[in-house]
């Protein structure tokens, strides 16, 4: 009997509606093996829990994708998901943060711990094995096994923590995928960039459709409020540039894909490795505009390299800046100085890419006078675009940690819009205005507004309003 799976992710507030580039590799290595996979995507959909959990009416086993900004909403949508019995599987890195937890709250089957393909499948196989070796008849239901589930025969999946009678058993971690060539690409025919919501990472793109990329895992840094240091260890592992030129290839040429994002938590973390890409998508005469929504490192880009990303398609570039104070900056292990920075975003100004810098307001040592110099450094740089957000405590983080945030944390916050952690050092009125004085200030200045308008698609005026209301623009 075909087992059937579901991979799925709730609706919930947000700016940005991508393609789920983790639920299509899932998806894509589950085909592989010859599995059933489908995807519902709730949050590009906008469905109500009660929507995705009726359409799930006939799949053995659900997955569902966490991050912790979205926590409610997954919790709610697995409960819905146990009372109709279903095999019930999160992932994700607040699932990977926080197994027991997650566990406790969703009242999942399963957590998935860490890189989910070989988790997720080798879960399947064991609950496919186990049912066929109980029942022999054609109608058996995969669901039966969950209130006598074998602690054996899951026992040796690494990476995957679940209930047994004896209390919850968390398994070794698996180790990375080391060569990442192993994977298949996406599964872009179930997140078909065509069909998504225009609200792309960076808010406003050259032409849609857009479709996002990633061709590295991990991160070598430690910067203490972003959990990858934790989740990736501190380790990065490199696709194969062809690799990546050819998926790019495909989704132009299959997908009529017209702007490609790298996603990488650092695409320029190897000069080579974002050298070799630039050079074989020139070679191909590949034309399409590319970008880089999520952040690079200042220190990562010199004159040349910014030239050739130009020459091959790129735009647009943001730079992780954090803060316009040297000594937070230290805080936070960002291993960075203001100099470089500046330096940097100078480069890719000249070099004729439109510049973003992120900030946080929020970091350990915060003061008001710490937040009118990061407003100011960020005025100071020939930036087109900034993004200024409240600092979120991550699961995963050296701050949750540091913080022992796990005895503080609201669930229920607006994430990067509400104060969740407050310094010693400022006052919560200060730190909560922060963020709206801060957009006013950079954007209501004429070079700003030109960007701002040249980029913007009519199409996109639903998701630009709701931007200003919740930066506190308007």
């Not at 995507?41 to 979205?70: E, P, R, W």
């Not at 819905?80 to 709250?105: D, E, H, N, Q, T």
């Not at 405590?393 to 796990?406: A, H, N, R, V, Y």
Request: charged content about 25%; some cysteine; proline content about 5%.
């Amino acid at each position: 009997m075909l087992v059937k799976i579901i991979l799925t992710r709730p609706a919930y507030k947000t700016h940005l509606i991508t393609p789920p580039l983790g639920l299509g590799y899932l998806s894509a290595f589950l085909k592989k093996k010859a599995y059933y996979c489908q995807i519902i995507d709730g949050l590009n959909l906008n469905l109500t829990n009660a929507q995705i959990v009726a359409a799930c009416q006939d799949a053995d086993i659900v997955g569902v994708s966490l991050l912790s900004s979205y926590f409610p909403q997954v919790m709610n949508l697995c409960l819905r998901l146990k009372k109709k019995k279903k095999i019930v599987v999160v992932g994700g890195p607040m699932a990977s943060a926080l197994p027991r937890l997650v566990l406790a709250k969703t009242k999942a089957d399963f957590v998935v711990v860490g890189e989910g393909e070989e988790t997720l499948w080798q879960l399947v196989e064991a609950l496919d094995q186990e049912r066929n070796s109980k029942f022999k008849v054609q109608n058996s239901k995969l669901t039966s096994l969950i209130s006598d589930k074998n602690p054996r025969r899951f026992s040796s999946i690494k990476g995957l923590v679940f209930r047994s009678r004896r209390g919850i058993v968390i398994n070794k971690p698996r180790p990375f995928i080391k060569d990442l060539s192993k994977l298949p690409k996406p599964d872009w025919a179930q997140i078909d960039p065509r069909i998504y919501q225009k609200a792309p990472h960076g808010g406003v793109v050259k032409a849609f459709p857009v479709a996002p990329i990633t061709t590295t895992r991990g991160c070598r840094y430690e910067c203490k409020f972003c959990a990858s240091p934790k989740l990736w260890r501190r380790q990065i592992r490199f696709r194969q540039p062809a690799e990546v030129v050819a998926e790019i290839k495909y989704l132009v040429g299959e997908f009529g894909v017209k702007e490609i994002h790298f996603e990488d938590d650092n695409f320029t973390m190897d000069r080579r490795h974002a050298e070799a890409i630039c050079r074989l998508i020139i070679k191909n005469k590949i034309k399409v505009f590319w970008a880089l929504p999520n952040g690079i490192r200042a220190d990562k880009v010199d004159r040349f390299l910014l030239a050739l990303m130009k020459r091959s398609g790129c735009y647009f570039v943001a730079f992780g800046i954090e803060s316009g104070n040297q000594q937070i900056l230290n805080n936070i292990a960002k291993h960075s100085n203001l100099a470089v920075i500046k330096k940097a975003v100078i480069l890719a100004h000249n070099a004729g890419l439109i510049t973003q810098g992120f900030f946080i307001f929020g970091l350990p040592g915060e003061t008001k006078d710490s937040i009118e110099q990061t407003i100011k450094f960020a005025k100071s740089l020939p930036l087109d675009k900034a993004q200024f957000l409240l600092l979120d405590i991550i699961p995963g983080s050296q701050l949750w940690d540091e913080l022992k945030f796990d005895q503080k944390v609201d669930w229920g916050l607006d994430s990067y819009h509400e104060v969740s952690w407050l310094p010693p050092t400022i006052d919560k009125e200060t730190l909560s205005e922060a963020q709206g004085r801060a957009f006013k200030s950079f954007f209501l200045r004429p070079r700003q507004i030109w960007v701002i308008l040249k980029l913007f698609k009519p199409s996109q005026l639903k998701f630009a309003l709701k931007r200003l209301k919740d930066f506190k623009v308007v």
